[in-house]
């Protein structure tokens, strides 16, 4: 949605309840999994592959024009499971013991990221390839959202020791592109999925859990 909107395609969305996937969609996602595009009734699936697509055909390109940047960007795309999980272990744990566990992981990947701004991006950003927001933007975006949804509850402050982790988050979250990439009530849904799936910091979300706040 991020590449699309970077893109200013004309598009369509049709939101899926992932708790009950229709038919239609189980014949299009081959692992029953969002993002899905389809492109003159062919079924593109995987967020990466979709993008690729999407710059390979619409204008303005995302990637960096020089084939070796372009590498290098793709290379940290494919970093961001171990980063995702890097976060996403802090909060997607049942009970609040785990949570430390998660904090104390997080370095692990926040530390190589950070490495990577400092060292191999060759720019002082605010984004991943300096003024614009390209396509290794859009793939660590969404995880940067979610994680924020969270530390407001949490206060981990693991960002912290990583300022230039910490500061690319910040031009995300606050890029329109990114923002206006999810429905005005993602935070919320979002937080319902977690108290569905049973995650300790959804309990932090309770009615008397805000009202102490
Ligand atoms: N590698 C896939 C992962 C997609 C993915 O995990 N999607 C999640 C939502 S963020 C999903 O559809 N989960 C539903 C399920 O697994 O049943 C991609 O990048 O497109």
Do not use: C
Not at 29 to 43: E, I, R, T
Not at 62 to 75: G, Q, S, V, Y
Not at 179 to 197: M, N
């Amino acid at each position: 949605m991020i590449a699309l909107r970077a893109k200013d395609v004309e598009f369509e969305v049709t939101y899926i309840n992932l708790q009950e996937k229709p038919d239609w969609f189980l014949k299009l996602s081959p692992h029953g999994k969002v993002p899905v595009l389809v492109v003159d009734d062919v079924p593109l699936f995987e967020s990466n592959a979709i993008a690729e697509y999407l710059d390979e055909v619409v204008a303005p390109r995302l990637h960096p024009e020089d084939p070796i940047e372009r590498a290098r960007n793709r290379a940290w795309t494919d970093f961001v499971p171990d980063f995702a999980k890097g976060l996403s272990g802090i909060y997607y744990t049942k009970n609040k013991e785990d949570i430390q566990a998660g904090i104390d992981a997080a370095p692990g990947p926040l530390g190589k990221l950070e490495a990577a701004l400092k060292d191999q991006r060759g720019n002082d950003g605010p984004y991943f390839n300096g003024d614009k927001l390209s396509l290794v933007d859009a793939a660590y975006a969404p995880f940067f959202q979610r994680f924020a949804f969270v530390e407001k509850k949490l206060k981990t402050g693991v960002l912290k020791a990583f300022p230039l982790v910490q500061a690319w988050s910040d031009t995300l979250l606050a890029s329109d592109q990114v923002t206006g990439s999810v429905v005005d009530t993602f935070e919320d849904e979002f937080v319902k999925s977690l108290k569905r799936r049973g995650f300790y910091v959804g309990s932090l979300y309770e009615e008397n859990a805000v009202a102490a706040e």
